[in-house]
Every structure is written in C-alpha cells, then in structure tokens.
T-cell receptor, first 110, second 113 residues
C-alpha cells in the first residue's frame, strides 16, 4: 500500500478556507485517496474520497493533481468545529486495509 | 440509516484480567467489520477485520482475539490483559464489497493498570 506524507499541524482562521496537503508519490493506478478526520476522543469520520477527478460534497472538496502524486483537502469555510486531526490515506477499492499515519492536526482559530 | 454501537465507553482493568468489548451495527446487512487500536499520540492500527460470520483475519499477532457470532456483532477479547493493551479501541464497518469507506463507532478507552 502506498504511504502518505502530511504536515504535522496547521492553523486556519475561522471563516477562511483550510487547505490540507497530502503527498502520495507512490500511489498505484487502482488506489483511491481517502480523507478522514478525528475530533478529540471520538471515532474517525469519513470525509471524502477520489480516484482521478476532483470531488466535492457537503463537507469538503478534494483536489487531486493530474499525476496523482499529491492532493489537497479543502474546507471552504472553516469553523471551530473543524478542529481535528485529518488523515489522508490511499488504498485500492478491494483492499480491506487502510494504513493510517499520524495525520495533520488542524487548529481553527477565532 | 445505519448506526454503530460500542460499549463500554471507558474501562479500567488490572493486568492479567480478561477483556470483552462489543460492537454492533444496525441498519445494514453483511457489513465488513473492523477492530482498530489507537495508542496515545499514534495513528490507528488495524487489529482484525471480518467479511462474514466466523470469517476473521488478524493483522497483528498479540494476545487479543476477535469473534463474530452474528452478522452484525463483533467482539474483541483477551484472556489476560497486558499494560501495553491500554489504548482507544475503535470498531468500524463498511458496506459489503466497499472496503475502504469505513464508518466508526464512538470507541472504548481502555486503561490497564
């Protein structure tokens, strides 16, 4: 399974867009990019996933570069409730196992 | 809609005591089920996953075991807890055939003293 690299921590002002980068230079052609987040002392929450095309849902947007070696999760208008650890994970659709790194700790400041 | 339950929420156990954590899923059939452990300041570590009743795969050798007596019930057990078993235990499920979009329970925080 491909590994990912994320910054340890980031800060964002409330109401601004939060852009969380992820590098996955060894991603395989059949591997998706998944994003989850974990608010302190809770179970992780699925956010979004994509293969090649950019994706958007009610929570966030996912921008994947054309060579698929990196991606960015965008929270368009961050709120204090978005303070969490954000995990970028790659995995094949038929792969039962997700390899979790340490993620990015996002702090949203008022 | 689907929901996942885990209990207990917190647990303090002495070294050498047994363990039983339970997870149940409602609102779906034939889910894939997962047990993870998260040590303090660490990422999630997959312990077990199951694609069906009595079909369980172990990812990490340890003194823990898992069972799936019913389609939507997943149990994590230990005969004798170690100090290193302390952590945050998470159960998750995904749709059958959809392995990677996982939905997590609230977790159990286990402290072994």
């Amino acid at each position: 399974d491909a590994k990912t690299t994320q910054p340890t921590s980031m800060d964002c002002a409330e109401g601004r867009a939060a852009n969380l980068p992820c590098n996955h230079s060894t991603i395989s052609g059949n591997e998706y990019v998944y994003w989850y987040r974990q608010i302190h002392s809770q179970g992780p929450q699925y956010i979004i996933h994509g293969l090649k095309n950019n994706e958007t849902n009610e929570m966030a947007s996912l921008i994947i570069t054309e060579d698929r070696k990196s991606s960015t999760l965008i929270l368009p208008h961050a709120t204090l409730r978005d303070t969490a650890v954000y995990y970028c994970i790659v995995g094949a659709g038929n792969n039962r196992k997700l390899i979790w790194g340490l993620g990015t700790s996002l702090g949203v400041n008022p | 809609s689907q929901t996942i339950h885990q209990w207990p929420a917190t647990l303090v156990q002495p070294v050498g005591s047994p363990l039983s954590l339970e997870c149940t899923v409602e609102g779906t059939s034939n889910p894939n089920l997962y047990w993870y452990r998260q040590a303090a300041g660490r990422g999630l570590q997959l312990l077990f996953y199951s694609i069906g009743i009595d079909q369980i795969s172990s990812e990490v050798p340890q003194n823990l075991s898992a069972s799936r007596p019913q389609d939507r019930q997943f149990i994590l057990s230990s005969k004798k807890l170690l100090l290193s078993d302390s952590g945050f235990y998470l159960c998750a499920w995904s749709f059958w055939g959809g392995y990677n979009e996982q939905f997590f329970g609230p977790g159990t925080r286990l402290t072994v003293l």
